[in-house]
T-cell receptor, first 116, second 115 residues
Framework: GAVVSQHPSWVICKSGTSVKIECRSLDFQATTMFWYRQFPKKSLMLMATSNEGSKATYEQGVEKDKFLINHASLTLSTLTVTSAHPEDSSFYIC????????????FGPGTRLTVT | AQSVAQPEDQVNVAEGNPLTVKCTYS??????LFWYVQYPNRGLQFLLK??????LVKGSYGFEAEFNKSQTSFHLKKPSALVSDSALYFCAVRDTSTNAGKSTFGDGTTLTVKP
């Protein structure tokens, strides 16, 4: 099956710094990637949808200047948390949708971000 | 708009007993329906999906789910629960009237299987 990787799997950063999370589709081309945020024992909250070569579409309430998303190629999307604060600490999960009619969605293993 | 409801935050069953995790959905068109499982500090693992065809869908690890259009439900079931099935389970729906591929997730149900 299709594989989606995320890097890093966990990261600790100091308040005020920025951190970049990568999402890669390893064996298929993903025209669309989704970024989710998950709080402990809570559901996944869709943050944004990114299409290769175009600007990401952010969900209501998500600050696009704080959560910068780049989808420069068909196999890579990045999420940069700028000027991170402790309240940004969370589990971030990406998913990648392949091409074709159904557009199967594959999830990455997640990245645990802790801001101190 | 599409939405998913998982009415139970927690389901407890004894090992060897059957389990059911409930899910109901709302979409404007026809639904694609999914179940995922998540273990602590891990990403989502796909269990099964309903696209079209037979209402009873069989998936990974002995799980199955039944699509019921009249009740707009897609409950997850397993005939005999294992302790290792203890995890967080998510139901998700995607409206087929859109090709954006965006899925909406339920709030999740924590399944605990006791020995």
């Amino acid at each position: 099956g299709a594989v989606v990787s995320q890097h890093p799997s966990w990261v600790i950063c100091k308040s005020g710094t920025s951190v970049k999370i990568e999402c890669r589709s390893l064996d298929f081309q993903a025209t669309t990637m989704f970024w989710y945020r998950q709080f402990p024992k809570k559901s996944l909250m869709l943050m944004a949808t990114s299409n290769e070569g175009s600007k990401a579409t952010y969900e209501q309430g998500v600050e696009k200047d704080k959560f910068l998303i780049n989808h420069a190629s068909l196999t890579l999307s990045t999420l940069t948390v700028t000027s991170a604060h402790p309240e940004d600490s969370s589990f971030y999960i990406c998913s990648a949708a392949g091409t074709g009619g159904f557009r199967e969605q594959y999830f990455g293993p997640g990245t645990r971000l802790t801001v101190t | 708009a599409q939405s998913v409801a998982q009415p139970e935050d927690q389901v407890n069953v004894a090992e060897g007993n059957p389990l059911t995790v409930k899910c109901t959905y709302s979409v404007s068109g026809n639904p694609y329906l999914f179940w995922y499982v998540q273990y602590p500090n891990r990403g989502l693992q796909f269990l099964l999906k309903y696209i079209t065809g037979d209402n009873l869908v069989k998936g990974s690890y002995g799980f199955e789910a039944e699509f019921n259009k009249s009740q707009t439900s897609f409950h997850l079931k397993k005939p005999s629960a294992l302790v290792s099935d203890s995890a967080l389970y998510f139901c998700a729906v995607r409206d087929t009237s859109t090709n954006a591929g965006k899925s909406t997730f339920g709030d999740g149900t924590t399944l605990t299987v006791k020995p």
